[in-house]
């Protein structure tokens, strides 16, 4: 089955705990992106990587680290994570770009920094 | 000017009448429109694209498109119960999605 996982689902952490969100795809996307959504606000990009070793940033890339070692895998760090950064997090994934390419969404993951 | 603007709503219609959502952004140089279905605490679920002026349409849905006007919009014909969700419009800029804030769907039986 075609997917983007995501682990975890949900996480509680404390102030200045690095943590690490996984995001998979199978479907051989070449793009991968995290957003994050809030109340209000809405879904806004954090980063995105248009294939290997080629990442960049979005709208909101404050204290947030990516990277991108293999096609398939686009990790979100949070090195020292705030309680602003609690949120819901989506990784997406799109054969290529997001001009004419339909972009696929993970479950999601429910951060909470406490 | 906010990139995508849609009615927050509540919109509420009752059972087998049609929705209408819409969406309106501001850069001209969009090439690619998105309606997404998101149920409360899930992901977004892709629903319709939409590249070319004019209609589209799948199964019960009908996305319209108007560059020249920037306008976008969902048409959703008998509507059920469990369309009843927010719906997202994403508009792409160079590298990324822009989502509006969604419109809220309540469809009652």
């Known amino acids: 089955e075609a997917q983007v996982t995501q682990n975890p689902r949900y996480l509680i952490t404390v102030t200045g705990k690095k943590l690490t969100v996984t995001c998979s795809q199978n479907?051989?996307?070449?793009?991968m992106s995290w957003y994050r959504q809030d109340p209000g606000l809405g879904l806004r990009q954090i980063y995105y990587?248009?294939?290997?070793?080629?990442?960049d940033k979005g709208d909101v890339p404050e204290g947030y680290k990516v990277s991108r070692k293999e096609k398939r895998n686009f990790p979100l760090i949070l090195e020292s994570p705030s309680p602003n950064q609690t949120s819901l997090y989506f990784c997406?994934?799109?054969?290529?770009?997001?001009?004419?390419?339909?972009?696929?969404f993970g479950p999601g993951t429910r951060l909470t920094v406490l | 000017q906010k990139e995508v603007e849609q009615n927050s709503g509540p919109l509420s219609v009752p059972e087998g009448a049609i929705a209408s959502l819409n969406c309106t952004y501001s850069?001209?140089?969009?090439?690619?429109f998105f309606w997404y279905r998101q149920y409360s605490g899930k992901s977004p679920e892709l629903i319709m694209s939409?590249?070319?002026?004019g209609d589209k349409e799948d199964g019960r849905f009908t996305a319209q498109l108007n560059k020249a006007s920037q306008y976008v919009s969902l048409l959703i014909r008998d509507s059920q119960p469990s369309d009843s969700a927010t719906y997202l419009c994403?508009?792409?800029?160079?590298?990324?999605?822009?989502f509006g804030k969604g419109t809220t769907l309540s469809v009652s039986s």
């Open positions: 997406a994934s799109s054969a290529r770009g997001t001009d004419y390419n339909e972009q696929f």
């Open positions: 479907m051989n996307h070449e793009y």
């Open positions: 990587s248009m294939n290997v070793e080629v990442t």
């Open positions: 850069d001209r140089v969009s090439q690619s």
């Open positions: 939409i590249y070319s002026n």
């Open positions: 994403a508009v792409n800029r160079a590298t990324a999605l822009i």
